[in-house]
């Protein structure tokens, strides 16, 4: 079925025009969302079809400035942006783009993709895929079910939800997360700082990356945090085992079957008490360990519950420079050369050791 692109325009404020796009896309299709300056507000609901309203300064001609597609399961909708006879030479000079704003209704299983540069982005209970790219915006996503993509320079990110598994890439923006169990975690910042609350699901790949962004954790159940870093610190608020070996730093809380990697240059890692509502304990009442606990980075000796264990030698050997690793590099270099992704925090680590040791 053909999209109701441009049914006749609501009366809103004076300076504003309103048209509505409405195209059949099933319990479980794809909405994509493409829009330079404004707001996006995306809401889950029953229903198959996907309703969006758009609000753009009054005198714009719709058929210039938005491009539909709709095909079967999916509706597209690109905001170009404003047409030239309506922005004006002074406007494309100074590249002034007055704001657009995109209300969408769609069904709650169905996936969301949105591409954005200075829009923010508010979702609310939708419960299939999601993947979002913004540079300055703001995404604010509750209600979430499933798994949910992000990439973002400089906006900051809350997710909210039940279940779900996230990944995450940011540079500067930070990251609130809430979630009753995460099934997955993928995170990695620049500079912004990390908030993490809820369970972690055991067995599933926890990770975490900075380069100077600290890392909070509220964790629901127990959870072994491993931090390495050049010259990170851990601690924890709630009762816990913990154990030192060079550059790694291990936390053990509760029972600690779900694992958390944290890497980072000079980032720090808190472990603070979370609540729920559904009645799991973070009190960190750590219970009898389990017949096969995760294997720490030391023995298992080191994760019994008496005081810390004797300075030994390790069993774990320490990495290895690269063998065709470059020349030394200053320190700038190298930070320059993680944040561009040419190279990941170990490695870092590794080349700011050998340039000390040099």
């Given amino acids: 079925m053909p999209p109701r692109p441009f049914a006749a325009a609501v009366p809103a404020m004076a300076d504003r025009r309103v048209e509505t796009i409405e195209h059949h896309i099933g319990p479980a299709g794809l909405v994509t969302l493409d829009i330079v300056q ?6 889950g609901a029953d229903g198959e079809d996907a309703l969006v309203t758009v609000r753009m300064p009054a005198g714009e001609d719709p058929a210039a400035i938005l491009n539909v597609l709709s095909q079967e399961e999916e509706l597209s909708v690109d905001v170009r942006g404003m047409s030239p006879a309506t922005l004006g030479l002074r406007g494309l000079l100074r590249r002034e783009l007055p704001s657009i704003d995109l209300d969408v ?39 979430v079910e499933g798994s949910l993509t992000m990439q973002a320079v400089s906006g900051d990110v809350r997710i909210e939800g039940g279940r779900y598994e996230v990944e995450l890439v940011t540079t500067s923006g930070d990251v609130e997360i809430h979630a009753e ?33 600290d890392l909070r954790i509220a964790p629901i159940g127990g959870l072994t945090v491993a931090a390495r870093g050049f010259s990170t610190r851990i601690h924890s608020q709630l009762p816990h085992r913990s154990a030192s070996h060079g550059a790694r730093r291990t936390v ?27 009645g799991y304990s973070t009190d960190g009442a750590a219970p009898p360990a389990p017949p096969a606990p995760p294997a720490p980075p030391s023995s298992p000796s080191s994760l019994a519950p008496p005081a810390p264990p004797a300075e030994r030698s390790s069993p774990e050997k320490p990495p290895l420079p690269a063998a065709h ?3 030394p590099l200053d320190q700038l270099s190298i930070l320059r050369a993680l944040e561009r992704g040419e190279i990941d925090v170990d490695e870092a680590t590794r080349l700011l050791e050998d340039n000390d040791d040099a």
């Fill in 38 to 43: 404004g707001s996006v507000r995306v809401r």
């Fill in 105 to 143: 209704t769609m069904p709650r299983m169905g996936r969301l993709n949105v591409n954005g540069v200075s829009a923010d982005l508010h979702v609310n209970g939708i419960h299939g895929g999601q993947r979002h790219r913004t540079v300055s915006g703001d995404l604010d996503a509750v209600g």
């Fill in 181 to 213: 169990c995460l099934l997955g975690t993928r995170l990695r910042s620049v500079s912004g700082d990390i908030d993490l609350a809820g369970e972690f699901a055991a067995g599933s790949s926890h990770r975490v990356e900075t380069v100077s962004g």
């Fill in 252 to 278: 053990v809380i509760g029972d600690g079957r779900a694992n958390l990697d944290f890497r980072s240059m000079s980032g720090d890692v808190s472990v603070v008490e979370g609540s729920s509502e559904h």
């Fill in 325 to 327: 690793g470059p020349a």
